[in-house]
């Protein structure tokens, strides 16, 4: 399977709708490839709070149709990170969007973690309360989004429904890279699974992101990682490794459910 991760920036310099097209055409670009994969909240940067209200749209508002028809025209799944969504109903929310190689909808995350503590999108969007796996020819996908990777029980809900390949689009900041990146290991060993790490460059509302989007496979080796600047970052990989190193090394066999917890005494 070949997947193709485009490492962007979402500078201020450069409008929302600019960016649309050139992340359109760099998806064009990986024609040939299976699995394209972009980074969180490309549109407005993950950190430009002040943007999430300006610049979010409805599901099927201007991002959704232009990377629907950029998946169709380069014939490849799209994960095409996600947006700031607008439900009419609700708050925003923080969706990642899945499509086809015929351009169809197949999958909307609504980020479960989300991020800032008591600022930021914490407080500026809902969470997601839903799991999404995807079934593409030869695995399945399972989604996170960025702060989801601290979370290792989502990751093991995600290979309780099935995934054997976990893409993670992220804005990871710089002075975090390290946890990043042995994190996105640790999910990768502890699940036995590949991960696809996708994260941003440059930098946004003063924030320098950590770039180096990574690829690790179920034994936990890094089969590919980006540098800091804007990048497309290809790999080719096996799928049929997931159930080789599951049963190989059947450690996810072996958990123990509902353990009693004791009482804190503190
Ligand atoms: O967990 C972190 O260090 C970064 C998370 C983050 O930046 C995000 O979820 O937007």
Known sequence: MRASLIQIGADEGESVESRRCRVASLVRAEAGADLVVLPELWT??????????????????????????????????????????????????????????????????????????????????????????????????????CYDLRFPELFRGLVDAGAETIVVSAGWPERRRAHWTLLARARAVENQAYVLACGTAGTHAGVPQAGHSIVVDP??????????????????????????????FPALKDRVLGVAVPPRRD
Do not use: C
């Not at 508002?61 to 950029?70: D, L, N, V």
């Not at 995807?134 to 996908?141: A, E, F, H, I, Y």
């Not at 936990?220 to 190193?245: D, I, S, Y």
């Open 44 to 145: 407005t940067g993950a950190f430009a709070y002040e943007r999430f209200a300006t610049e979010a749209e409805p599901l099927d508002g201007p991002t959704y149709e232009a990377m629907a028809k950029a998946a169709s025209d380069a014939g490849v799944w799209l994960h095409a990170g996600s947006i700031p969504e607008r439900d009419p109903e609700g708050p925003l929310y923080n969706t990642s969007l899945v499509f086809s190689p015929a351009g169809e909808l197949v999958a909307a995350y609504r980020k479960i973690h989300r991020f800032g503590f008591d600022k930021g999108e914490a407080v500026l969007m809902g969470a997601g309360t839903e799991l999404v796996t995807v079934s593409l020819p030869g695995t399945t996908v399972g989604v996170a989004t």
């Open 219 to 248: 034994w936990g080796e890094v089969l590919a990682e980006a540098g800091g600047g804007e990048e497309v970052l290809r790999v080719e990989f096996e799928p049929a490794k997931v159930g080789e190193t599951r049963e190989q």
